[in-house]
Each structure stands twice: as C-alpha cells, then as structure tokens.
C-alpha cells in the first residue's frame, strides 16, 4: 500500500528566497509603480534562477501562476519581514499543586452546589480549609520563590478549572441520560 503525501503549503527554495528576500529589503520603501518596474528589471536579470524555481515548484504539483506567488511573496512578505533574530521567550516553571490539594478542591466542589458562582465557591472552600491552603501556599513559595499574590491566583485558578471540568462532566453526564430517555 503506497500513501502519496499531498503538499498544501509550496515554498521557494533557500537559494530563491535568499534572492527574494534581497530584492523585496532593496526595494522596500518603494511605491507600486517603481516597485514593478524594478521587479520587471529583476526577473529579466534573474532568468536562470526563476526558470529552475518555477520547475521546482512545478515539479512538486504547484498548478498556480509562479511568478504571481514570486511577486506577492516579494511584495506583501519579504518586505516587511525583520532580519533581526528574535530571542525565543523562555517558557515559564510549571507550578504544580499537590494532589492531595487538588482531590481536596474536588471532594468540595462535588458536594457544593454547582449552580453558585465558581467565586462564591473557592471562597468557602478557602474559609473550610484555610490551614491546608496556608500549608500550600508556604509549600509552592518555598519552591518556586514566586510572591504570596502569584501562588494565591494559581490557587483560584486550578480551583475555578475544577469547578468548570466538573460542571461540564455533569452537563455531558445529563445529556447522556436524557438522550437515553428519549431512545426508550
């Protein structure tokens, strides 16, 4: 059994690109007309390597107009595009709440009423468990050096998370039985 790969997305070759990418930054500033007419002196200078672009992309099953993508690629792409290297954002620390916080948050959340707000909710389970909570928060701050108003927001948010996936687990539980009820 033979599975061809379909190509959805044609790109230009490093050496095509290098050369788009020169004439598009020369030519960046420039208004439509002059920006043609210098892209028409440019693909005339430039034959051998448009020819061996165009059957390279053809090639590859690329049935649109070549030098149209050539041209837009130049013009809307390349020309604005910054060759300053950007520094890759450094991802921050996981901050992992204890499991047995977390079986905590979903033991209440499932005896509560789901019809209050989440709010309303983490705030009792905040007043029923404040020591267990003031143990986490003294835990996660000590790991991670993070401030009290950080690991406080991480709290509210691992709690209203719970409270969402619990509540959606119930919405899909009570369709099933209702879809059910219908069948029979």
Not at 17 to 39: C, G, I, M
Not at 80 to 103: A, H, V
Not at 111 to 121: D, E, H, V
Not at 152 to 157: A, F, I, Q
Request: contains cysteine.
């Amino acid at each position: 059994m033979t599975t061809s790969n379909t190509v959805f997305r044609f790109k230009f070759t490093v050496e095509f690109n290098n050369e788009l990418l020169s004439f598009a930054k020369v030519h960046q500033y420039d208004d439509r007309p002059t920006y043609k007419e210098n892209w028409d002196k440019w693909l005339h200078a430039n034959e051998d390597i448009i020819i061996r672009e165009t059957l390279h992309l053809k090639s590859h099953g690329y049935d649109g107009d070549v030098l149209q993508k050539m041209y837009r690629s130049g013009r809307y792409y390349f020309r604005n595009k910054s060759s300053i290297q950007q520094e890759p954002k450094q991802r921050r620390k996981y901050l992992s709440i204890d499991r047995n916080t977390i079986d905590m948050m979903d033991r209440t959340i499932m005896r509560q009423n789901i019809c209050l707000k989440p709010s309303i909710l983490y705030d009792q389970f905040c007043d029923e468990y404040s020591e267990v909570i003031q143990c986490e928060l003294d835990r996660m701050i000590h790991v991670t050096g993070l401030t009290k108003d950080d690991v406080r927001d991480k709290l509210k948010k691992t709690y209203k998370n719970r409270y969402f996936l619990f509540k959606n687990q119930s919405n899909k539980e009570e369709d099933t039985n209702q879809s059910n009820d219908i069948i029979k």
